[in-house]
Structures are given as structure tokens and as C-alpha cells.
């Protein structure tokens, strides 16, 4: 498995590429994270993570949503949400929207 090099900063935002879906099973009541030939299975706060993936917010926007929903402190969330996206974009189940020049 390659090891993607994307360094996630508080402006970067981060995205699900168009190889990877977050799906809910229907018959298994739980939420997959799909790649080809690869399965994970999020717990509740990481599918809410993923969720807002959406590439229009940044990673310091969603760490201040999640502190709000979780009221928790931002410091807190800001180390588990970033270890989380930093793992899921080097093995490639994350990437992020990079600015086009005009």
C-alpha cells in the first residue's frame, strides 16, 4: 500500500476522492468506508467526520463545528480529527481540494 504524502494543515480541505464512498448498510445497520478492494468501518464520530468531508470546509472549520457539537474543547478534538484525517489521506482514503491558479 503507498503511502500518499499529504500533509494536512488547518486550511486544507479535505475530501473523500472520487475511488473512495462513506455508504450506509442497510442489512448490516453500519456505516462502510469503500475503496477498491478495501473495507473500513467507521465508528459513529468518524462517519460524522467524514461526512463533512465535503472539500468546502477547511480542517480548522470542521474542528470548530465538532467542538461545538461535541462541546468539547478545540484543542481536544483538533488532535484526535487530524491524527484521524492524516491516517485516512496516507492510505489514501482522503484527499484534499487544491486551488486552481486563474
Same mark, same amino acid.
Given at each position: 500500500? #503507498? $503511502?500518499?504524502?499529504?500533509?494536512?494543515?488547518?486550511?486544507?480541505? +479535505?475530501?473523500?476522492? @472520487?475511488?473512495?464512498?462513506?455508504?450506509?448498510?442497510?442489512?448490516?445497520? @453500519?456505516?462502510?468506508?469503500?475503496?477498491?478492494?478495501?473495507?473500513?468501518? +467507521?465508528? +459513529? $464520530?468518524?462517519?460524522?467526520?467524514?461526512?463533512?468531508?465535503?472539500?468546502?470546509?477547511?480542517?480548522?472549520?470542521? $474542528? #470548530?463545528?465538532?467542538?461545538?457539537?461535541?462541546?468539547?474543547? /478545540?484543542?481536544?478534538?483538533?488532535?484526535?480529527?487530524?491524527?484521524?484525517?492524516? /491516517?485516512? #489521506?496516507?492510505?489514501?482514503?482522503?484527499?484534499?481540494?487544491?486551488?486552481?491558479?486563474?
Amino acid at each position: 500500500m #503507498a $503511502i500518499r504524502h499529504m500533509k494536512l494543515e488547518a486550511g486544507t480541505r +479535505p475530501i473523500l476522492p @472520487r475511488h473512495v464512498r462513506l455508504k450506509f448498510d442497510k442489512l448490516r445497520e @453500519r456505516w462502510l468506508l469503500l475503496a477498491p478492494e478495501r473495507i473500513l468501518i +467507521p465508528d +459513529p $464520530i468518524a462517519v460524522k467526520v467524514l461526512q463533512m468531508c465535503d472539500g468546502e470546509r477547511s480542517v480548522a472549520a470542521l $474542528i #470548530a463545528e465538532l467542538a461545538g457539537i461535541y462541546d468539547a474543547p /478545540e484543542s481536544q478534538i483538533g488532535q484526535d480529527v487530524t491524527v484521524m484525517l492524516q /491516517e485516512l #489521506a496516507d492510505k489514501g482514503f482522503l484527499t484534499e481540494i487544491k486551488e486552481t491558479a486563474q
